[in-house]
């Protein structure tokens, strides 16, 4: 399975922050599979997000509930983060992740994408 991140790498603060992650080589709704947003920043380090289940349950995490969503499109095979209200602290690089374990996918997911960089600045 393969996954590829987009989305602006720049956003300023106050404002919605919006990813894809195209999966290829596997589908989104396959039976067991949990699907995640990770970031990582050199102050804080890797962060769970949240995630997607095959049956399209969404977990976020509670220091995030209040401004994240997570969705997917089943036809277009592609999960999604959105995030509101960002701040300049939320400059890392996000990562989309899957595993068909519920544990591994919110820590040490098997499959990653390249992940790509996101600025908030003015």
């Known amino acids: 399975v393969q996954l590829q991140e987009s989305g602006p790498g720049l956003v300023k603060p106050s404002q919605t922050l919006s990813l894809t992650c195209t999966v290829s080589?596997?589908?989104?709704?396959?039976?067991?599979?949990?699907w995640s947003w990770i970031r990582q920043s050199p102050v804080k380090g890797l962060e769970c997000l949240g995630s997607?289940?095959?049956?399209?349950?969404?977990f976020i995490n509670p220091s995030f509930k209040s401004r994240t969503s997570i969705s997917r499109d089943n036809a277009k095979n592609m999960v999604y983060l959105q995030m509101n209200r960002l701040k300049p602290e939320d400059t890392a690089v996000y990562y989309c992740?899957?595993?068909?374990?519920?544990?591994?996918?919110?820590?040490?997911?098997?499959?990653w994408g390249q992940g790509t960089q996101v600025t908030v600045s003015s």
């Open positions: 997607i289940a095959y049956s399209g349950t969404t």
């Open positions: 992740a899957t595993d068909p374990s519920i544990t591994a996918v919110r820590s040490t997911p098997a499959y």
């Open positions: 080589g596997g589908s989104i709704t396959t039976n067991y599979y949990y």
